[in-house]
């Protein structure tokens, strides 16, 4: 699609299509483009590794605090490392934190006359009660009713990452996925259901081993209409 539209814009001369790019300095409008995204995108990367670098010190010192706290020895050889290891293993488990829904759709929304239900069921999810600091995780099922409007479906499970990759609830990641696809799509509706194992509940407190946390968001003709709803909910169901 952006080769054809990159045709369509430098390759009109006297009514005739040409197949080549037209150029400008050596490089077509459509690479300048793509550098531009590119460098873009590597300068956000390039800002979040400085800011975890200047961050990491203090999560260090943090997780040492804890392991002293608990009356461990952080010289012995097993826990050396430990601070540093733990203080990157939260950064990444975060990093939805310096990521946006704008940055990963990029150019992956395309005009399309489709009216029809579009699901992606079973994404993985990982994430962290806010509450206690342990994992929840689950399947994520998602839903929408296209409005001229579709999304590449990879970037629905990327969705996900970036909100999972955070401190949360469940019922709030829910919501903000949600949210997060009808207002970049304005579908005619979302639907959004999620089933995870909260570890909160399974290794602490009622210690429930085999208990399951289902939560779910309906927005536009999902909401409305109960026959649209249901027949999500049969087919995200079905094997």
Known sequence: MEYQ????????????????????????????????AALQCNEEKSRKESEDESNLPALEAAYTSILRGLGEDTERQGLLRTPVRAAKAMQFLTKGYHENVYDILNDAIFDEDHDEM??????????????????????????YLPSKKVVGLSKLARIVEIYSRRLQV??????????????????????VVIEAAHMCMVM???????????????LGV??????????????????
Not at 204 to 218: A, L, Y
Not at 224 to 239: H, N
């Open 5 to 36: 539209k990159a045709v369509e814009m430098n390759g009109l001369c006297n009514d005739k299509i040409v197949n080549e790019f037209r150029c400008h300095n050596g490089f077509s409008e459509l690479s300048i483009e793509a550098k531009k």
């Open 118 to 143: 579009v699901i992606v069921k079973d994404i993985d999810m990982f994430s962290l009660c806010e509450h206690h600091l342990v994992p929840f995780f689950g399947k994520v099922h998602i839903g």
């Open 170 to 191: 469940q019922e709030r990641l829910t919501k903000q996925i949600a949210h997060a696809i009808c207002e970049a799509l304005q579908p005619a509706g979302v639907a």
């Open 204 to 218: 602490r407190g009622v210690q429930k081993i085999n208990s399951r946390t289902i939560t779910s968001t309906m």
């Open 222 to 239: 999902f909401r409305e209409d109960p026959k649209t709803r249901e027949e999500f909910l049969t087919l995200v169901k079905g094997s």
